[in-house]
């Protein structure tokens, strides 16, 4: 849920930012099947869209500000033909300008041939690298990561003549999250960070008609594509016309899928390294219920992540669950701004509760996260204003006490509530009667199966995976860490 979604305000939300998806099958309009699959991951990525399409010989591209359904029509998706697809959904972290040439796929050259690339991550020794390539010639068109990717790749491969090695190198000398799809004219590729922070899956169209890469299964689903597996930690997998093969790019680390994944970011109906999103989440309140009691008549959900956990807490306290808030799904991200007067309405530009529901009852509202608060301090009044008796707020992650520098929005550490307030401090200036937070091992044990393969906690524990540069640490307000022990800056 993200309720600061006008230009110039900044969530009050861990917001993710991309989605990728990719197709290789001869004979599919590969275009129209990318596009639905955006849309199928939408909830990732508001800010530009973009679909590139190859066709043996070279490769087209299609790109934008605005949602999916706002950048593509039957003629632009007409125009795109060809086999192998990748296509784009970006949310810009801080600092990041709304540009088109922010937008992705990103295009690099290798001599007369063309790559296309779509990248959800962020790499940690970004001005390193385009220090580098711009010292030997290398001309870029925007301030992103990704493109310093592209162009990473398409200068090794300039040089070696085989983009498998340009991929490899690329992945040998950049350090940070990313789970990438890229094209050639003729092929398709997808490639994870060596800890697998960001998720991506694998899946086949009906008939061998063709393959499917996706960031999460939710967008195979709407393709009608089946569930293979997920691409590994350090891989490269590449598809073309003599099938899928797969090889290890860089040796796979300690892995680290992002648990935030289960909290918010993904859609429910999608499976993340095999387990089941929806059933984490109802897990995450059935486990919240036994560390956070209290005594109410109806439990409530903020729409829409809130909800199975909701379900969750009301099934293991025997408090009923009620549906007392109202999202309008029509309201999401939005180059039309406001009034101030509007503006003022905040959260309730998105939600709005049902005073026939709550007045007078004693509620447990559950709710994914806080980050800053203001959304939280606004909700809990909302809800008074509607009649509510007492608010107790239930918050099915933990504390977020560290920023995410790996694809995830958020601010520096003096800006998260719960790194600057106690719990107490908290309660009171949100204005509920009490709040809780899930346990951290209350959160691991929400995705029971012992065979994943480990998590990045970091927004929780500041015990960060991956080598965090020094300024980009002092930019942040902490002290650069790494779970490894490695120094902090990262040699190109």
């Known amino acids: 849920m993200s309720t600061s979604a006008f230009p110039g305000e900044r969530p009050d939300r861990l ?18 099947m990318t596009c639905f699959g955006l849309q199928a991951l939408q909830h990732r990525g508001q800010e530009s869209a973009g679909i590139a399409v190859g066709d043996g010989d070279t490769i087209m591209v299609a790109k934008d500000l605005g949602l999916v359904t706002q950048v593509f029509d039957e003629a632009s998706l007409a125009a795109l033909d060809g086999y192998v697809a990748v296509g784009h959904a970006r949310y810009s972290t801080s600092g990041a300008a709304a540009s088109w040439e922010a937008a992705q796929p990103h295009i690099s050259a290798i001599d007369e041939v063309l790559i296309a690339l779509a990248h959800n991550g962020t790499l940690v020794n970004t001005n390193e690298m385009r220090a580098r390539l711009v010292g030997e010639g290398v001309q870029f068109r925007s301030g992103t990561d990704s493109e310093v990717l592209a162009k990473a790749i398409g200068q090794v491969t300039q040089e070696t ?17 990313y789970a990438v799809v890229l094209a ?25 008609r063709g393959w499917v890469v996706s960031s999460e299964t939710c967008g195979l689903d709407i393709v009608g594509a089946s569930y293979v597996r997920d691409v590994a930690p350090g891989e490269i997998v590449r598809f073309n016309a003599a ?53 109410a008549d109806l439990v409530l959900g903020v729409p829409d992540s809130g909800v199975p956990s909701a379900m ?29 007067a509007m503006r003022q ?21 559950i709710d ?20 509510a008796a007492e608010v107790h707020l239930r918050i099915v992650s933990p504390e977020v006490l560290w920023p995410c520098f790996y694809g995830i929005d958020t601010d520096t550490r003096d800006q998260l509530i719960a790194a600057t307030m106690t719990l107490e401090q908290m309660n009171e200036w949100i204005g509920s009667d009490s709040l809780a937070f899930v346990s951290l091992d209350g959160l691991r044990a929400s995705v029971p199966d012992v065979s994943h ?15 965090i540069p020094e300024a980009m640490a002092k930019k942040s307000n902490l002290d650069a860490r790494c779970s490894d022990g490695r120094s902090a800056e990262t040699p190109l």
Not at 161 to 177: K, P, W, Y
Not at 190 to 197: E, K, M
Not at 369 to 386: C, E, P
């Open 312 to 340: 969750g807490y009301a099934t293991e306290s025997g408090i009923p669950y009620a549906d007392g808030i109202v999202k309008n799904r029509y309201v999401g991200r939005t180059f039309i701004q406001p009034t101030q």
């Open 243 to 295: 099938g899928m093969t797969a090889e290890q790019g860089v040796p796979a680390l300690k892995p680290a899928a992002c648990i935030f994944e289960y909290v918010y970011f993904a859609r429910p109906d999608s499976v993340i390294d095999g387990q089941s999103v929806y059933q984490a989440r109802r897990n995450l309140g059935r486990i919240l219920a036994q560390e956070a009691p209290v005594g």
């Open 161 to 177: 003549h085989h983009l498998r090695n340009g991929i490899r190198r690329a992945m040998e000398v950049v350090t940070g999250a």
């Open 15 to 32: 917001e993710e930012e991309c989605a990728v998806f990719g197709v290789f099958a001869p004979g599919e309009d590969v275009a129209r």
């Open 453 to 467: 393969p480990g998590f990045c906690e970091a927004c929780f524990s500041g015990d960060y995976p991956v080598n």
């Open 345 to 365: 309405l905040g959260i309730r530009l998105k939600l709005n509760p049902l005073p026939s529901v709550i007045r007078g009852k004693r509620l447990v509202v």
């Open 368 to 387: 994914d996260s806080i980050v800053r608060g203001n959304t939280s301090k606004q909700l809990v009044q909302m809800l008074r204003d509607a009649g």
């Open 184 to 208: 050639s004219p003729d092929s398709l590729y997808a490639f994870r960070d060596p800890n697998g922070i960001r998720p991506l899956c694998i899946g086949q169209l009906p008939d061998d």
